[in-house]
């Protein structure tokens, strides 16, 4: 027992003892690297934050050459109608609200009937899925737009300048990167659950709705607020898909500000974006050991 205590000592001794230059070819490069790594990815966020309560509306002032708000002020005055702020909060919240919830309840349809069935196409559709995610969306931004111009000449609320159109688009979009998260998630759900509940004379629509649903609540969570997440910050679908700024979201319509090559007001569009990103980087901070738990509750094997 002494012997341990001694050897316990001497190394507390001998760490205390590590000259500065041992100390910083162990230790000490990892806390400078870290330290740059904090300067490098928070300076963006603290110039933003300082044009954003800037009176001169450029971003040439410095960091925090003065201090007003104005720009708050002056985004929820609404006295400019062709920038009508809350009105594009409202949108954003509106469809991203509804795509977010739209796209966890059909990707969960989806994903239990790859996890649970077994029907021809199976396998080729899980490849499918897989395959898909390698392209990205933007090549599919003309067949988009041809689609819904040719859909508004025969149902105008699903085309083009109509929110529902949009809310289609992002359903679609979501559905094969959501059904492959669930369908990891599924598969840890034993199947002698859904077995049990057979004998007990369930039928499928009560398994799904009453006990996997319970038990997959996490990756639902997660799925929904990472396409919430996705959808409020998107830019060139709802560009694209929107022409009008009272039916702009709150991405399109914060480039209103800077749309134009000699009157940028970017302290007007950084004061909005501090707005728009706040409650979704506290929704997200808050709930993060949810999401960790949720995303790697799937990575076994079922």
């Known amino acids: 027992m002494s012997t341990v205590v001694e050897e316990t000592y001497d190394r507390k001794v001998g760490k205390r003892r590590m000259s500065p230059f041992r100390w910083l070819a162990t230790l000490g490069w990892k806390h400078l690297v870290g330290l740059a790594v904090c300067v ?21 002032g410095g960091l925090f050459g003065s201090f007003t708000f104005k720009n708050f002020e002056q985004l929820f005055a609404g006295d400019d109608p062709d920038r ?4 594009w909060i409202i949108n954003t919240v509106w469809i991203a609200s509804v795509s977010s919830i739209g796209s966890v309840f059909l990707s969960a349809l989806a994903a239990y009937s790859f996890s649970r069935q077994r029907f021809r196409g199976r396998r080729g559709g899980l490849l499918t899925l897989i395959l898909l995610q390698m392209f990205p969306s933007v090549l599919g931004l003309v067949a988009i737009y ?63 709705f009453q006990i996997i649903l319970r038990l997959v609540s996490p990756i639902l969570a997660v799925q929904m607020l990472l396409s919430f997440i996705g959808i409020s910050s998107d830019f060139i679908l709802a560009s694209i898909v929107m022409n009008k700024p009272d039916q702009y979201t709150l991405a399109v319509g914060l480039g209103l500000f800077i749309d134009q090559p000699y009157s940028k007001n970017w302290a007007m569009f950084c004061a909005g974006a501090i707005i728009a990103a706040t409650p979704i980087v506290v929704l997200f901070m808050s709930l993060q050991r949810y999401i960790t738990s949720g995303l790697t509750g799937g990575a076994v094997k079922g």
């Open 40 to 60: 490098y990815a928070l300076f963006p966020i603290l110039y933003i934050i300082s044009v954003a309560f800037s009176d001169s509306g450029d971003i040439s």
């Open 84 to 87: 009508p702020f809350v009105q």
């Open 146 to 208: 041809a689609i819904l111009s040719e859909l508004y000449k025969y149902v105008p609320a699903l085309g083009l300048n109509s929110p529902w159109g949009l809310i289609l688009v992002y359903l679609g979009g979501s559905l094969g990167g959501g059904t492959y998260l669930m369908y990891g998630f599924f598969n840890t759900v034993p199947k002698e659950i859904d077995e049990a509940a057979k004998i007990d004379g369930a039928t499928h629509t009560q398994i799904y």
